[in-house]
């Protein structure tokens, strides 16, 4: 088994104490910190998936919370979902795609059994 697992996860930073109804300035700044990391990751509506060597995705975790408190956020709570495998290897940057691209494989089967 490899030493580092390589993760999969799903994870929704969220700033408390602003003062402000719009979060978008933090999470962009844990952006920010997530492109400078080199890990792959998506952005979507309520989180963002983020994938690569457990240690480095746990540290860029760690980075946007710092990153966050540094813009002025005096609490930071974040929800994490964080997913491994060793029955197979899963290519760096394919970990929530193919996840996706299975379950729509699936579904196009289903419409096309039905037509």
Known sequence: MPS????VA???LIPMGTG?????????ECQRVLEKSGLVFKVHGYGTN?????????????DCHAAVH??????????????TRVDRDTPVG????HKVKRVEEILARDRAAAS
């Open 94 to 97: 394919d970990g929530n795609d």
């Open 10 to 12: 799903d994870f929704c």
């Open 50 to 62: 983020l994938e690569g060597p457990w240690s480095e995705v746990s540290q860029a975790i760690h």
């Open 70 to 83: 540094a813009k002025g956020a005096p609490r930071v709570a974040t929800d994490i979902r964080i997913g």
């Open 4 to 7: 580092d697992l390589y993760a």
């Open 20 to 28: 402000e109804s719009s979060v978008a300035e933090y999470i962009a």
